[in-house]
Every structure is written in structure tokens, then in C-alpha cells.
């Protein structure tokens, strides 16, 4: 590939906290995406524009749920735990947006509270990895721009996000802070209320459905991601369609 559509590479450096092993200094960074692909480069602070976190947030907001999308892009990286806790050596999996979603659990087809970690690709939305924050995951701030947490699939591993902005990534960190404080939204029991106990013990009365001249067409509609085959040298997302699949 040559000029324009060539893959763009830039190099980042995490803090070496002290009090954290396992941390090393990592210069090595992979845009899957690259500024000069899309048109909507970043300001010179690094932070990413209101129109690409828009995108991002919109591509997984629901009914009954709250979606954070970072303003900065964030390595992810991956390492095995050794038995007294120590994290190995980490290496580089993917570069996105970082979001957070709080799933109410309020809905026909949600019905477990959570909160899940995304890291969604640039350009496109489209999430290149997902993973439940819950009571064992240990979501931890190791460093000023390095956020690191267990898998729900395996505890002996754990995932590292590493943000290009540092303030993006405090704010970050408040968010999840603000919704790991509430036990519900970790999978923690806590003491029911006499209030829904009068509730559950009540007959529901079935609702009845809507008639069709009830329910209106689309609207409020916003297109916020296009992609064809011409795009699958520029997202990873698409590159591991293979090269039989059409997407147009």
C-alpha cells in the first residue's frame, strides 16, 4: 500500500509505575485505522473530535442502558498472571476507543445488570473486543494512563488499556469508578427492599400489544457508519471478513 491508504504506525509511552511489576515501558503503537484515512483527525492534544466519540457511543447505545466513550484512543494489551499475582510481560493486541456500557438489565432481552468494557475501532465503531466488569475483575488505575483488570473468561489473565491522553483517561477511570461503586452493577447481592417484595408476590397484568396503526415508521434516524469492500485494507474489522466476503 502507498499514500493515502497506507496503515499509519506511531509510538506511545506508558508510565512505569513502582509499586506495580510487570509494567514495562512499551514505545510500540498500532493505529488500525491512521488519521489520514478517515478525514477526522484528532486535535493536537490528542483527543479525539465530538463527531468520532458520537459515533462510537451510538453504535452501542440501547434501550435501557448508559454508554461512556473515552476521548482519546488506548492500546490494549494482554499477559498471564503468575500464581502471587504478578503480571508478565504485556503485549499488544489491538488499538481503539475504550467505552463503558451499563446494561440496566431493564429490558425482554436483557435482564442481568452489568457493566461491560469495549474497546471499539476507529473509524468504524465496530467492537474488536468486550469484556464483563464485575466483582472479580479488579479494575485497577496502575499507572496515570495504564488501566489494567481481570478476565471474566480467566483470572489468571489480565487486560491493559493504555490511553494516549491522560486526562482523558482520568476521566475515564471516574466513570468506572462511579458505576463499581454500586453493587448492583457488579453482580454483588444486596438486601431486597420490602418494596419489591410486594411487587414480585403481585399478579403482573399481561400489557396488551400495540396495534399496528399504533406504531409509527423510523424517525429520528442518524447513519452514523458506512463501509464497503474498498474498506478492508483500512479496518481490521473487515480485513478478517477474508477476502470472499462481500460486505456493499
Not at 104 to 120: D, F, I, N, P, Y
Not at 166 to 182: C, H, N, T
Not at 202 to 215: F, H, V
Request: with cysteine; aromatic share 8%; proline share 4%.
Amino acid at each position: 500500500m502507498a499514500g493515502s491508504e497506507a496503515i499509519i504506525y506511531c509510538s506511545s509511552d506508558i508510565v512505569k509505575n513502582s509499586h506495580k511489576m510487570g509494567i514495562e515501558k512499551i514505545i510500540t503503537k498500532y493505529d488500525t485505522v491512521g488519521a489520514a484515512l478517515n478525514g477526522k483527525d484528532s486535535d493536537d492534544s490528542g483527543r479525539l473530535t465530538d463527531i468520532e466519540v458520537d459515533q462510537v457511543e451510538c453504535c452501542f447505545k440501547s434501550h435501557k442502558t448508559y454508554v461512556y466513550g473515552c476521548h482519546c484512543l488506548a492500546n490494549l494489551y494482554f499477559t498471564d498472571v503468575a500464581q502471587d499475582g504478578t503480571p508478565g510481560r504485556w503485549e499488544l493486541a489491538r488499538t481503539g476507543v475504550p467505552v463503558l456500557i451499563l446494561d440496566k438489565g431493564e429490558s425482554r432481552a436483557r435482564t442481568r445488570r452489568m457493566v461491560h468494557v469495549v474497546l471499539a475501532e476507529r473509524g468504524t465503531g465496530f467492537a474488536l473486543w468486550k469484556d464483563v466488569i464485575d466483582n472479580l475483575s479488579s479494575y485497577q488505575k496502575s499507572a496515570v494512563t495504564f488501566h489494567t483488570m481481570h478476565l471474566s473468561s480467566d483470572h489468571r489473565r489480565m487486560a491493559g488499556l493504555s490511553f494516549d491522553v491522560p486526562d482523558a483517561a482520568q476521566e475515564f477511570w471516574e466513570k468506572v469508578e462511579e458505576l463499581i461503586s454500586d453493587p448492583l452493577n457488579i453482580s454483588l447481592s444486596v438486601p431486597k427492599s420490602s418494596k419489591s417484595l410486594k411487587k414480585k408476590n403481585r399478579a403482573a397484568k399481561p400489557k396488551p400489544l400495540p396495534g399496528k396503526s399504533d406504531i409509527s415508521l423510523p424517525c429520528c434516524f442518524q447513519h452514523v457508519t458506512s463501509v464497503g469492500s474498498g474498506d478492508k485494507e483500512r479496518f481490521y474489522s473487515l480485513s478478517t471478513l477474508g477476502p470472499d466476503c462481500d460486505i456493499d
